[in-house]
């Protein structure tokens, strides 16, 4: 987390720019530097908020050095119709017979991604009579 130790020891002049996750940056201590003319943050720019609902309520809006958006920085039509176009391209891939490349989403990926081991056993048969990638075990 960005909180006021963090966002003092910035360079003078600096620029925070915030596109990750809410929490991340503490957005009262950065409220109160942006607000604080000889602290050396000179600006900030944030897409992303700790409360996102339709009563937004931020210490940032209304501070002319704080450049706020609504989370939808890579909405544009350009990133949209990228994101359309790779998703056809993996259906058609997964259509026909092509997964190399294609992220997809299986038991044992989200069995590592909820954190338990994962042994390889490349050419073991698994449960559906295929070679199965991975073994999963609780940790």
Do not use: Y
Not at 3 to 19: P, Q, V
């Amino acid at each position: 987390m960005i909180g006021r130790s963090e966002l003092a020891a910035m360079r003078s002049g600096s620029i925070l720019l915030n596109t990750a996750r809410d929490g991340i940056v503490d957005e009262q201590a950065l409220a109160d530097a942006l607000g604080d003319a000889e602290h050396p943050l000179a600006a900030a720019a944030v897409d992303t908020f700790e409360h996102e609902h339709a009563t937004f309520a931020s210490p940032l809006f209304g501070l002319p050095n704080a450049l706020l958006t609504p989370h939808l920085a890579g909405m544009t039509k350009a990133a949209m119709a990228t994101a359309a176009i790779r998703c056809a391209d993996h259906i058609a891939a997964l259509l026909a017979g092509r997964p190399d490349g294609v992220p997809v989403v299986t038991v044992e990926t989200e069995l590592i991604a909820q954190g338990h081991e994962a042994e390889s056993v490349r050419g073991r048969p698994g449960r559906t009579g295929k070679e199965s990638g991975f073994l999963a075990r609780r940790p």
